[in-house]
């Protein structure tokens, strides 16, 4: 079963820009997790969306904002991109959620310069 | 989610037995324990899970002791390969998908 990918690897933009990352989950899994991962903070969580709804959010302001569709593939998207974003960007997929087993992709590394 | 602390970092040689300690005070009555791995550029992989006692799997042990304010998670003969961050957490089973990760232990196994 092929684990969870998320496209593109790294990523370089510059402030004022906006992203999109992609993430698709394991086959048959429902629920996908966004976190972001920095050196000072940690990891973080941002959202959960399950059957094409946010469920869950953390604390991040609107500028990170993500979707999920009816074949699970869930994308986020940062808005008017500051320094401070710069971060690996994981998701992470499971069942329903509520599994106490998250499968994590390999991660978008973003660079803003 | 119940805050945690565990050690920064651990030094160890292969072969050895690694044990780390992560202390949770303020655990709740529905919480487990939780333990991930991370290497560079990949993201965390699950280890294992507890509530109570001890648990063990094909990788590791981890030991629960009777007021569960603290926790080790022991991993036997390691190799270099087992050099990693390892992240101990603690919440309701039924919130882990909104995980949050503390700092980590970083785990070096040296030849």
């Known amino acids: 079963k092929a684990g969870v990918t998320q496209t593109p690897r790294y990523l370089i933009k510059t402030r004022g820009q906006q992203v999109t990352l992609s993430c698709s989950p394991i086959?048959?899994?429902?629920?996908v997790s966004w976190y972001q991962q920095t050196p000072g903070q940690g990891l973080q969580f941002l959202f959960e969306?399950?059957?094409?709804?946010?469920?869950n959010k953390g604390n991040f302001p609107g500028r990170f904002s993500g979707r999920q569709f009816s074949n699970s593939r869930s994308e986020m998207n940062v808005s008017t991109l500051e320094l401070g974003d710069s971060a690996l960007y994981l998701c992470?997929?499971?069942?329903?959620?509520?599994?106490?087993?998250?499968?994590f992709g390999p991660g978008t590394r973003l660079t803003v310069l | 989610l119940a805050k945690t602390t565990q050690p920064i970092s651990m030094d160890s040689y292969e072969g050895q037995e690694v044990n780390i300690t992560c202390s949770h005070n303020?655990?709740?009555?529905?919480?487990?324990i939780t333990w991930y791995q991370q290497f560079p550029s990949q993201g965390p992989r699950f280890i294992i899970q507890?509530?109570?006692t001890k648990v063990t799997n094909e990788v590791a042990s981890l030991f629960i002791p009777a007021d569960r304010k603290s926790s080790t998670l022991s991993l036997p003969r390691v190799s270099l390969s087992d050099t990693a961050v390892y992240y101990c957490?603690?919440?309701?089973?039924?919130?882990?998908?909104?995980?949050?990760f503390g700092a980590g232990t970083t785990v070096t196994v040296r030849a």
């Open positions: 507890g509530y109570k």
């Open positions: 303020n655990i709740a009555t529905n919480d487990y």
């Open positions: 992470a997929s499971s069942f329903s959620g509520e599994h106490n087993e998250q499968f």
């Open positions: 086959s048959g899994h429902r629920s």
């Open positions: 969306y399950f059957s094409e709804t946010q469920r």
């Open positions: 957490l603690v919440g309701d089973i039924m919130a882990l998908y909104k995980l949050s």
